[in-house]
C-alpha cells in the first residue's frame, strides 16, 4: 500500500468509525471532565473541605480537577481571575466577598455559554447582590435574603407537589446537625435515575428556608427539617438544577463539613451531579439500597472513593471463563415450553421456529447467581430471539412458563441488549432504550453481560446497552435460549448461538 492510500484507509475507517456514532464505555470514560474547583473565602473550612470535595470527584476516575485559591477575606480579589473558559466545569466551595466585575461577567459568560456549575452547600450563602449568580444557584440563604429575593419553594406532602411560599421572612436556616433522609422526588432525572427512592445522608445541616428567583430550577431530591431538631417542619430542597442560559447548574445543600462529607449521599449525589451539569448525561452506575442505605447512613472516608469496579466491560479473552456449549451436543442443556427446534450445526446452536409453538427455550441444567455471560449470535431478519438470565420454570407458576430478565436479540435498529422481563408481564425492565444499532444484522454478534446483585449491564459489540438496578427479579435461576413463536404464515426463522461462556463472581 502506498503512503497515500494508506492514509486515505486510515481518513475512510475514521470517517466509518465516526459514522456510527456509538460510544463504548472506555472511550465515553476516556474522556474525563475538567472541573475547576474554587475556594479561598467560606465561613466553613474550606481547608479542610476542598481535599475532600478533591477526592470524590478525582477518586472516581471520572473528573480531572484543578483548584483556584483566591486571596482571602479583606484583601483585594482583583487578582482573582480563573480562566473558566478553559474547563468543562466550575465547583464553588466559595462563600466570601463579591469577585471582581470581570470575573463575574466571565463567570456568568461561562454558565450562559454551556458550562457546568456545582454549588456546595455554603457556596449557596455567596453573593447575595449578585443578581446572575442568584438566578444560576436558584435559592440561597443568609447574607440578608429575605422575601425581596423570592419565594421559599417546599414540598408539600398533603399536595404531593411542589408550592412557591412569598410570604415575608429571612432566608436561610437550619436545625441541629442530624443523620436524615434523602427523598427523591424526580427518579427520572439522570442524576436521580440510578439511585433508590430515599437514602441516608451523614450528619450533615438540613438547609431551610432557601429563597432565590427559583427560575428555571427543578428539586430532585428533598429533606425533613424536623422541628424536634430545631428545623422547620418543611420538607426542604436539598439537590437542585436550574438552567442558566445554555449551562445546566448542579446545587447541593449537603456538605457541611468533614463528617457530612464521609457520607455516601453527599459523595454519590456530588460526583452524579457534576457529570450531568458537565455533560447533560449520567455515565456512572447505578447504585442500589445495599450501597445506599436508608435506615442508616452510608459512610466511606473520601480518600477511600475509587473508581466503579464495574464500571467496564468484563475482558473476554481472560482467564476464568467456563465454556456452556461443547461444540458438539447440548449436554449440559435441556428444552423447556414450545416445540421450536435446536440442532447442533458447525459447533453452532441453530433455534428454529415452529409453527403454532409458543416461546421456546433451551435452558442450562444448572443455575447461576452472580455471573459475566458472553455469548456470539446471529439472527435471522425477522426473529425475535433473547438469551434468559436467572430465569425460573416452576410448576405453580404458569404450569411451568420461563420467566425473568432476558437480554434481547432482534435486528437493528431494534431494542438488541436491553433487558425484557419475560413471562412475568412486567415488560420491559430497561425504561430508556437510547442506542437502537449497535446489532449488526446479518453477521455474528458479540453480547456481553454482568449480573451482579441488582446490577444488571449488557454490551454488544462493545458498545454499553444497559446498566440497570432491578431488585424485582429472581437473583438466581438458569440461562436460556430463546426461539420465539411467530406469526401464522411466517418464517420458518432460524437464530444461532456460538462461543457461549461464564464466569461466576465471587
Ligand atoms: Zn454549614
Redesign the pocket.
Known sequence: MTQFSSFRFVLLLLLALSSLQLTPLWAQQADKISVLLIDGQNN?NWKATTPLIYQVLEGCGRFDVDIATSPGPGESLDSFSPDFSKYDLVVSNYNGQLWSEPTQKAFEAFVAGGGGFVSV??ADNSFPQWDAYNRMIGLGGWGGRSEKDGPYVRWKEEHKRFTRDLSPGRGGTHGKRVPFLVIVRDSEHPVTAGLPSTFMQAAD?LYGKLRGPAENMHVLATGFSSPATGGTGEHEPLLITVQFGEGRVFHTTLG?DANAMKGMAFQITLQRGAEWAATGSVNQPAVNGTKLTSDVPAMRDPADVGPDEFATIPDVTSNGWITLFNGKDLSGWSQKNGTATYRIENGTIVGKTAQGSPNSFMCTTRDYENFELTFEVNDDAGLNSGVQIRSLSKADFNNGRVHGPQVEIESAPGESGYIYSEGTGRGWITKQQPVKDAYQNGKWNRFVVRANGDRIQTWVNGVAIADIVDAESSKKGFIGLQVHGIKRDTGPFEVRWRDIRVRELQ
Request: aromatic content about 0%; proline content about 0%.
Open positions: 466553613h452547600h455554603a445541616e457541611h
